[in-house]
């Protein structure tokens, strides 16, 4: 990692600073970048297009306070998904009032592949009925690794979590995923 921003984050980080500065030809071509990554995750998050919206909005707010302290390390796009992110835990605690489920990063499980050929005929809806029973810090690391192809580092930098980390929280979802899948397979058949 160089110490030096790369020059696709300088770029963005004077786009930042021209559409706070009122540009808005800036303000426009930031929000088209930003705006449908960020609807989609948050929308997958919680389940409703109101607080998708919602946060979103609140996300760019918090986007234009804090341009000031975007120092162009990290891409505009990781620095924003860590403010969306955030914003759709806070939700979620909100919602759940206070059992919302913690990662304790002292669980360590095997390295192991998972095999995931569960069945041909899991559509959507079964993925999504699977997802659903995943904790909050599960599904948006899913989310962000499967749905947006970020890396385990990137997820890492939104989430606030080590690479390590994020492998370990990965690798729970999947295999708590494969067994939801394995039991919507057998409730299909029967």
Request: aromatic share 10%; proline share 2%; net charge negative.
């Amino acid at each position: 990692m160089s110490l030096f921003p790369s020059k696709q984050y300088r770029i963005e980080q004077a786009l930042l600073k021209s559409a706070v500065a009122g540009d808005s030809k800036a303000s426009k071509e930031l929000i088209r970048l930003l705006s449908s990554p960020a609807y989609a995750l948050a929308w997958k998050m919680l389940g409703k297009k109101e607080d998708a919206e919602d946060v979103v909005q609140e996300a760019f707010i918090r986007l234009w306070k804090s341009a000031e302290s975007f120092s162009g390390k990290s891409g505009l796009f990781t620095y924003f998904y860590v403010i969306v992110s955030n914003l759709c835990l806070d939700r979620l605690k909100s919602i759940n009032k206070g059992f919302f489920e913690e990662f304790d990063e002292l669980v360590h499980y095997p390295e192991q592949t998972i095999d995931w050929h569960v069945g041909e005929g899991i559509g959507p809806e079964g993925i999504k009925n699977a997802m659903d029973v995943l904790s909050s810090k599960q599904k948006m690391a899913m989310l962000m690794w499967a749905y947006q192809d970020m890396t385990a580092e990137e997820v890492g930098l939104a989430m606030g979590m080590n690479k390590n980390s994020v492998d370990q929280l990965l690798y729970r979802a999947k295999l708590k995923l494969k067994s939801e899948l394995e039991k919507g397979e057998s409730h299909e058949i029967k």
